[in-house]
């Protein structure tokens, strides 16, 4: 059971009232409740902002003995709640730090490509003599970069800056949630 149910149950929250608290629909909740998808950062960010609220009220409520004995159990779960939030922000970032790579990688192969595509033309341009088997030869590999060079377009170098700054952004929402529990516990 996910940390999402395991919240819901605590609350009492039926999954239709939760999704919608969430701004998601409720196949989404049940998918993410049985691990076959993941909330969406919004809907991330309001649970995570809730199960902070929660444990904090839990933290409040003086209630005798009884709260005694329940707060070594409600640290232990705001431990493994912030181990848990460490978890994601090294997760995306280690995660930002692969795709910056194959960015990089892409961008260095597209150069690569392109100065080839530039010797080619050249050749072809009628300033060398080559014969008619070169030429050909020539023309295919034009072809075969130009492809190569489509294949590795702006586009696709734009979606995986998109995609690490969105990791990047994620991790420092979990650090900002990390950060916003360590205050509450020290007072």
Known sequence: ???????????????????????ISQSLLAMSEN??????????????????????MQKSKEQGSS??????????????????????IKHHELKAEI?????????????????WLHIIDKKLSGKTKESKLDQLWLEVQQAEVSGKLLQYSNTSQVKLQLEIDLLRATANVYRSCLQKLSRKNSL
């Open 1 to 23: 059971m996910k940390k999402t149910s395991l919240l819901r149950n605590r609350l009492a929250i039926s999954q239709r009232d939760f999704a919608n608290y969430l701004g």
């Open 99 to 115: 795709l910056q790579r194959r960015l990089k990688e892409l961008t260095n192969t597209q150069q690569l490509h392109k100065d």
């Open 67 to 88: 709260w005694l004995a329940l707060q070594p159990a409600l640290d232990k779960q705001e431990k493994k709640f912030a181990d848990e939030i460490l978890y994601k």
């Open 35 to 56: 691990s076959l998808r993941s909330l969406p950062l919004k809907a991330s960010m309001k649970e995570t902002q809730l199960e902070i609220e929660y444990l904090n």
